[in-house]
């Protein structure tokens, strides 16, 4: 994660990959959607509803780890409540330790006994204290507490290649080595898995303002000599490389990394690049996570649709180098970045989440399985008490937001199969923004059953959308609907569940649905056949 970012140039106003969506129909008229279920698209990875968790602010510090002599329910350390509502949504991949604290970070720091580990100044984010009380065990730890996989982004921009090298070693070595041996002395023998390697982070900016050329010459020996140790990771399981890739719309990193990757010999590869995008509509961020007008919903709405352009044109240019779409677009930064709480540290980039999250949430995830070709794989800035997080805590309060809905509404979207859906989409309109009225998508789950989620964009005005499935007869709906009052509605630790989920069913005639969806709503419904 970067402290600065520029504005980005283009703000695009349809899904381009969405080729039904029109411009001129009736805000009122009902949406015709065709479902076309006899030719299914590429595979929804699961991966692309990753996390991430950096050292910043209280996203680590009394949002995941509490110290093992809390009063604080935990598991060694570890908070029971926060990982029981992790499992809840299947995490699949957590992104640690960050972010620009991971170019800074030296593992050393954070192994061993409590009493011998160093404190230093978290220089990135608010200039606190790092007590590196969470290090790489306690991390292990977690990522197996939630049932998920380790993603480590190494640190290329104040390291060096021996650094990262040597904790590779001490995560996967054999226990009979020095390394592995140390690794046990601290309480775990067997080698970790480390299924994602981050090689560096955002190395046009924060870690090391270096030119394209600059970081693929550096990241090269990084590629070669951070070596996976663990014998079980082998075939599927084989750790996955993830170069730093472009920011936002610059291509100048991407037609570098993967000119490199196309030239690349036996002595060293890649298997991801990263992109990161926020939604931010300016810079710096100023948009309020609370009480805030429709006005602001839309313009950031809006904002949020640039990611569709952005993938487009990043994959084009990977395309040219990578036709055979071996090396994913991993989007391991995006979300809603907004001006910080009041009255709280503004180097802990702390903000409520409110309905409007959970629409561009939806919208952003709907854009990604669209990709699904080129996008495998992405994680939301951030987990816990930091930009669009899944769940904010205070001491031992807990409340689960809105975009923490969204993505278990989600849930059967995980490694489903893409569906093609057409529809006219209409327009919504507020002062000088249009958009569209609704998003939608349609899969196939891994069991076979069909899905479709409807997000209405429209915060005043219900769409009804009437879809029709080819050749199958349809016998009932049934889902979830999320939806509030007003899009600036926020879950508090006073009302946990103003923005919460609720059932929601629909008839079926012959080979078509009507679904009912409110205004500002999101939707997610199994269709039975």
């Given at each position: 994660m970067q402290r600065s970012r520029p504005l980005t140039a283009a703000l695009l106003l349809l899904l381009a990959s969405a080729a039904p969506i029109a411009a001129h129909a009736q805000s009122n008229a009902p949406v015709a959607m065709t479902i076309d279920a006899g030719?299914?698209?590429?595979?929804?990875?699961?991966?692309?509803?990753?996390?991430?968790?950096?050292?910043?602010?209280?996203g680590i510090y009394g949002g995941v780890w509490v110290g093992k002599d809390s009063p604080i329910p935990n598991v060694r350390g570890i908070r029971k409540d926060v990982v029981a509502a992790l499992r809840a949504i299947r995490v699949p991949n957590v992104r640690w330790p960050g972010g620009c604290f991971a170019d800074e970070y030296h593992w050393r720091h954070g192994i061993g006994p409590a009493e011998k580990r160093h404190n230093t100044i978290n220089s990135n984010w608010g200039d606190s204290v790092e007590p590196n009380s969470f290090g790489t065990d306690e991390f292990f730890d977690f990522v197996d507490q939630i049932g998920?996989?380790?993603?480590?982004?190494?640190?290329?921009?104040?390291?060096?290649?021996?650094?990262?090298?040597?904790?590779?070693?001490?995560?996967?070595?054999?226990?009979?080595?020095?390394?592995?041996k140390e690794r046990a002395a601290n309480g775990h023998p067997a080698p970790y898995k480390v299924k994602y390697l981050g090689i560096g982070n955002e190395a046009w900016g924060c870690g090391g303002s270096m030119t394209p050329d600059h970081y693929v010459d550096t990241m090269k020996p990084f590629a070669r000599f951070t070596r996976n140790f663990n014998p079980a990771q082998t075939g599927a399981e084989t750790m996955q490389r993830i170069a730093v890739g472009p920011d936002g719309e610059d291509t100048g990193y991407t037609e570098?990394?993967?000119?490199?990757?196309?030239?690349?010999?036996?002595a060293w590869s890649i298997e991801g690049l990263s992109l990161h995008s926020y939604t931010t509509a300016g810079w710096p961020p100023s948009y309020a996570s609370e009480n805030f007008d429709e006005g602001a919903y839309a313009r950031l709405v809006k904002a949020t649709y640039a990611m569709d352009g952005m993938i487009t044109k990043h994959s084009a240019i990977m395309d040219k180098y990578d036709p055979e779409k071996k090396v994913p677009l991993v989007v391991d930064e995006w979300g809603v970045w907004l001006k910080p709480t009041a009255g709280t540290n503004p180097g802990f980039l702390q903000q409520q989440n409110s309905m409007r999250d959970a629409i561009i949430a939806a919208v952003n995830v709907n854009i990604f399985a669209r990709h699904a070709d080129r996008v495998r794989m992405t994680n939301i800035a951030q987990m816990i008490n930091v930009l669009q997080a899944m769940i904010l805590t205070d001491k031992d309060k807990m409340v689960l937001t809105p975009t923490?809905?969204?993505?278990?509404?989600?849930?059967?979207?995980?490694?489903?199969?893409?569906?093609?859906?057409?529809?006219?989409?209409?327009?919504?309109?507020?002062?000088?923004?249009?958009?569209?009225?609704?998003?939608?998508?349609?899969?196939?789950?891994?069991?076979?059953?069909?899905?479709?989620?409807?997000?209405?964009?429209?915060?005043?005005?219900?769409?009804?959308?009437?879809?029709?499935?080819?050749?199958?007869?349809?016998?009932?709906?049934?889902?979830?609907?999320?939806?509030?009052?007003?899009?600036?509605?926020?879950?508090?630790?006073?009302?946990?569940?103003?923005?919460?989920?609720?059932?929601?069913?629909?008839?079926?005639?012959?080979?078509?649905?009507?679904?009912?969806?409110?205004?500002?709503s999101v939707l997610v419904v199994q269709v039975e056949s």
């Open positions: 030719k299914p698209g590429p595979k929804i990875d699961r991966n692309i509803f990753g996390q991430f968790a950096e050292h910043l602010g209280t998920s996989e380790a993603y480590v982004s190494v640190n290329v921009g104040s390291g060096t290649v021996q650094e990262a090298a040597d904790w590779m070693a001490y995560m996967t070595a054999d226990p009979t080595t020095t390394a592995g570098a990394v993967m000119k490199a990757y196309k030239g690349h010999n036996w923490y809905h969204v993505f278990k509404m989600y849930l059967p979207f995980q490694d489903a199969t893409f569906v093609p859906a057409t529809f006219d989409a209409g327009t919504y309109k507020e002062g000088d923004v249009t958009l569209p009225r609704i998003d939608a998508i349609a899969a196939r789950d891994t069991g076979g059953k069909l899905w479709i989620a409807v997000t209405n964009l429209d915060p005043r005005n219900p769409a009804q959308v009437r879809a029709s499935v080819a050749g199958v007869k349809l016998r009932s709906v049934s889902g979830q609907l999320l939806t509030a009052p007003r899009v600036d509605s926020v879950n508090s630790f006073a009302a946990p569940n103003a923005v919460a989920p609720k059932p929601y069913s629909a008839k079926a005639s012959g080979d078509g649905i009507t679904l009912e969806v409110p205004a500002k």
